[in-house]
């Protein structure tokens, strides 16, 4: 029995071999490499965050996952088959970095829709949209219209949402983005049970202090490169740390020069 569930925990579920991503303008001329020459394996069971500054490829790579992008090369498996492929996407919950939520229909409703397009039968999914509005803190305001939500409330309907279907594997882009440290610790330990739950996660973030407290194991992209990759636990103290000294310290602004107040002692001349 032992032996089983280590060899499920060494299940690969995500795999990315080689792949590229290069964005093109009207006439296809190259605009940017999205991504670059990408591997990357994540086992079953875990929690992998996809980390990297703004514009380093992160969401082109988990909508590539999801076959929502296609590559310009290389090879993705989702349980060993194409992301666009029944049997993948039967298992497949996400979040997106934007929660895209109807307005007029109650958090309730947009369970229930949700749960319509997983063609769940009505039973199944009183029974899960009831648990899951209990689980993320909603029932109070199940039947509110979301469009009256606070950013925290909507992003938890949205998360609710991309578990209605009982995912193996769950994308979360950005989950924490806009929370509240409330909100955010409230999503932090929901990942987490999720996980112990033996759930697989993969989530982007550019809040390592999140990203440190929620993943197993993380990569870090720039311009669309991996520039580390590993287990969290191994790490010698801060992510945030770590992170800085692989995409670089920041930049040092130089003042445009109409700014500059001639009066502050010792300012920019
Ligand atoms: N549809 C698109 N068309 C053209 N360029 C795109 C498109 N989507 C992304 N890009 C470009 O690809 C690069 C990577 O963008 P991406 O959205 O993957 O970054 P990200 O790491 O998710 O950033 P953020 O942290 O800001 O969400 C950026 O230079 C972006 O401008
Ligand atoms: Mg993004």
Redesign the pocket.
């Given at each position: 029995m032992d032996q089983d569930n280590n060899q499920n925990k060494q299940e690969v579920v995500v795999s990315l071999s080689d792949i590229s991503?290069t964005?093109?303008d009207f006439w296809l001329r190259p605009?940017?490499?999205?991504?670059d020459r990408l591997n990357l394996n994540v086992k079953r069971g875990e929690i992998f965050g996809l980390l990297?500054?703004?514009?380093?490829?992160?969401?082109?790579?988990?909508?590539m996952i999801l076959g929502l992008?296609k590559p310009g090369s290389g090879e993705i498996r989702l349980f060993g088959k194409a992301p666009t492929s029944a049997e993948a996407r039967a298992k497949l919950g996400y979040l997106p970095?934007l929660s895209y939520l109807h307005p007029f229909m109650t958090a309730r409703e947009t369970l229930d829709y949700y749960a319509g397009l997983c063609s769940l039968p009505k039973k199944i999914a009183k029974e899960r949209s009831n648990e899951l509005l209990e689980m993320t803190g909603l029932q109070e305001a199940a039947d509110r219209p979301v469009g009256g939500f606070s950013k925290g409330m909507a992003r938890r309907v949205a998360l609710a949402s991309s578990l209605i279907g009982k995912p193996e594997l769950l994308v979360l882009?950005?989950p924490t983005s806009g929370l509240d440290p409330v909100s955010t610790d409230e999503v932090k330990t929901l990942i987490k049970t999720l996980a112990k739950g033996g759930m697989t996660i993969l989530m982007?973030s550019?809040l390592l202090a999140d990203a440190q407290d929620v993943c197993s194991s993380f990569m870090i992209?720039n311009h669309?490169k991996t520039v580390a990759e590993g287990r969290v636990g191994q790490i010698n103290g801060d992510l945030g740390a770590f992170f800085l000294s692989k995409v670089g310290e920041g930049r040092d602004f130089k003042i445009a020069p109409f700014l500059c107040v001639e009066t502050v002692p010792g300012g920019a001349k």
């Amino acid at each position: 029995m032992d032996q089983d569930n280590n060899q499920n925990k060494q299940e690969v579920v995500v795999s990315l071999s080689d792949i590229s991503k290069t964005f093109r303008d009207f006439w296809l001329r190259p605009t940017v490499k999205a991504v670059d020459r990408l591997n990357l394996n994540v086992k079953r069971g875990e929690i992998f965050g996809l980390l990297g500054p703004n514009g380093s490829g992160k969401s082109t790579t988990i909508k590539m996952i999801l076959g929502l992008l296609k590559p310009g090369s290389g090879e993705i498996r989702l349980f060993g088959k194409a992301p666009t492929s029944a049997e993948a996407r039967a298992k497949l919950g996400y979040l997106p970095e934007l929660s895209y939520l109807h307005p007029f229909m109650t958090a309730r409703e947009t369970l229930d829709y949700y749960a319509g397009l997983c063609s769940l039968p009505k039973k199944i999914a009183k029974e899960r949209s009831n648990e899951l509005l209990e689980m993320t803190g909603l029932q109070e305001a199940a039947d509110r219209p979301v469009g009256g939500f606070s950013k925290g409330m909507a992003r938890r309907v949205a998360l609710a949402s991309s578990l209605i279907g009982k995912p193996e594997l769950l994308v979360l882009d950005e989950p924490t983005s806009g929370l509240d440290p409330v909100s955010t610790d409230e999503v932090k330990t929901l990942i987490k049970t999720l996980a112990k739950g033996g759930m697989t996660i993969l989530m982007s973030s550019h809040l390592l202090a999140d990203a440190q407290d929620v993943c197993s194991s993380f990569m870090i992209l720039n311009h669309g490169k991996t520039v580390a990759e590993g287990r969290v636990g191994q790490i010698n103290g801060d992510l945030g740390a770590f992170f800085l000294s692989k995409v670089g310290e920041g930049r040092d602004f130089k003042i445009a020069p109409f700014l500059c107040v001639e009066t502050v002692p010792g300012g920019a001349k």
